[in-house]
Each structure stands twice: as structure tokens, then as C-alpha cells.
């Protein structure tokens, strides 16, 4: 699902100024080097040009001084898409993990991954939704750091169907795959190695009680509309196009942009980012 001006402008320029402002003060971390003993090098077979992101764990109590208020908006938004979830697709545990990441510009990246390797259907640690809500203010293409995915083998070729008396609404994406099955596809940057669990418990902090904030327009958001032609002309940030081929979906990462996906069914990779690049991602179980 891809659902646009889910958190106010004025909210996503503060959590991303407390993105970059944590960043340049070493408040995070490198992604490559999460889990790692301090000052222990990274081996040989670590390819660190494959992710190029810091990253830092996120709870309440986590985001304090200018532009703290702004990250505590976003996870309540996060905390509401998690709430809706819960409902329609069971999901066992409240929790889930928050983390807030930062591509400097440069060219950084991450390759394609996908956020989990679920293994065992009734574990209720294993990652299973993934949602990611972006903070990019007057992002231009220029600046890259597209989430791109890549649409299922077999999907229906995707085309554009605008709801009834809106043309310039936000997009909301949408595949079906054979056998009937619905899938809504969009993209986040996980760890490749978690093989569906959840980071530890000082890392993966409980949910707080779901309240709306006035500087959250998600559950007010209007409706998208389904991507079913190569372009979208009236929404130039979502692309669908044949590379290598196979059919991929490129997501720009905009400002209130709300993308949400299954964790363990998406290949997906953030290409090169030229521009600091903030996103904060909610990972389900």
C-alpha cells in the first residue's frame, strides 16, 4: 500500500532536521556495523557499499530535545497503521521495532534485500509487516533514494484507475497475484540478517497506547487510487518500468508518504541517494 500526505509538512521538515541533527552529533550508528562489538572491525566479507545507512532504534522516551515531538507524532501514526493491522490481519503481538535512518547523500544505498526470512508461521517474533513512513521535504528526483520493488512473478500487469471524481489524489498501489491473491505492494529498509525475528528486547521497545495527534492525517488521509498503467503521469514519483528484465515498481521517497508491505514477500533496495535522505520504518510482528 502506498498512501501520500499521511503526517503534516511542518511535522516531516522537524523529524527530519532531528534525523539529520542525531546523525552529525554520531547518535547513529552504521547499519553494517549494527550488533558489532565498539571499535571491533568489520570482517572481509562484509560489504559495506551494500548499505549505507545509520540507523537508530526509537521508543518514546528515545526522542527528546528540538524535534523530538516530531518523531513522537510519526510513531503514533505508525502506532495507528499497526492498530488497523492488528484487525484485519490478526497479528498476534502489539509490539514492534522503530527505527529511524538516514542516508547521508553520496550515492549510498541498499541493495536488494528483502526485511525478513520468516520460517515458521506460528513464531509471533518474526517480522511480518513492514511500514515506512518518509520525511524528505522539497525532495526532487534528482535526489534519488527511490525504494524501488520488484513486482511478483506472475503479477497482473499493473495500469492506472483513478477513483471516481478525483484526478490528482495521493496514490495507493495495489497487485494481484495468481491464485486470487491481493497483494499491496510498496518498501523498507530491514536488517538482511534477521531471518524474520525481532532484535532484542532494548531494541524492539512495546507500542504505547494508539492516540490520534492532530499532526497525523493519516486516519483523514483521502483515498489513493490503483496504479494499473507503466506511468502515472499526474504522480511522476511512481514509476513502473522493466529493468534486467524484470518489472520493478520505483517509490520516490516524499514527504508524508506512507508505504507499507509484507515483510517476508517484498524484494526491494533504496537506490542511490544524493540528498540526506530520512526515513522511519515500524517493523510488526
Not at 529493468?243 to 517476508?264: C, K, Q, T, W, Y
Request: charged share 20%.
Amino acid at each position: 500500500m502506498i498512501k501520500d500526505d499521511c503526517l503534516a509538512e511542518t511535522v516531516c521538515e522537524q523529524l527530519h532536521a532531528k534525523a539529520v541533527q542525531l546523525h552529525s552529533a554520531g547518535n547513529m550508528e552504521k547499519a553494517t556495523k549494527v550488533g558489532l562489538m565498539p571499535d571491533m572491525p568489520l570482517d572481509k566479507f562484509t560489504d559495506v557499499s551494500a548499505r549505507g545507512d545509520s540507523i537508530t532504534w526509537l521508543h518514546e522516551g528515545s526522542l527528546s530535545g528540538p524535534g523530538g515531538s516530531a518523531g513522537l507524532h510519526a510513531m503514533q501514526l505508525l502506532q495507528e497503521v499497526q492498530a488497523d493491522l492488528h484487525s484485519v490481519m490478526h497479528l498476534e503481538k502489539r509490539s514492534a521495532e522503530y527505527q529511524l535512518a538516514v542516508y547521508v547523500g553520496g550515492g549510498s544505498q541498499y541493495v536488494k534485500h528483502r526485511d525478513a526470512l520468516p520460517d515458521d508461521g506460528a513464531d509471533p517474533n518474526q517480522r511480518r509487516v513492514t511500514a515506512i513512513l518518509y520525511a524528505n521535504p522539497d525532495w526532487r528526483p534528482a535526489d534519488g533514494g527511490h525504494l524501488r520493488i520488484w513486482l511478483p512473478p506472475g503479477a497482473s500487469s499493473p495500469s492506472l484507475s483513478p477513483l471516481p471524481g478525483r484526478t490528482d489524489e495521493p496514490q495507493q498501489s495495489a497487485l494481484d497475484l495468481p491464485g486470487g491473491q491481493h497483494l499491496s505492494a510498496a518498501t523498507a529498509s530491514g536488517s538482511p540478517h534477521t531471518n524474520g525475528k525481532v532484535a532484542s528486547q532494548q531494541h524492539a521497545p512495546q507500542c504505547q497506547e494508539v492516540q490520534h495527534s492532530a499532526h497525523s492525517n493519516y486516519s483523514d488521509a483521502v483515498p489513493g487510487h490503483l496504479l494499473t498503467e507503466p506511468c502515472d503521469r499526474r504522480s511522476p514519483s511512481i514509476h513502473i518500468q522493466e529493468v534486467n528484465g524484470e518489472r520493478v515498481l520505483d517509490i520516490a521517497p516524499v514527504s508524508g508518504r506512507l508505504v507499507v508491505f509484507l515483510s517476508g514477500a517484498i524484494d526491494h533496495a533504496v537506490l542511490p541517494s544524493h540528498n540526506p535522505r530520512v526515513a522511519l520504518t515500524a517493523w510488526c510482528q
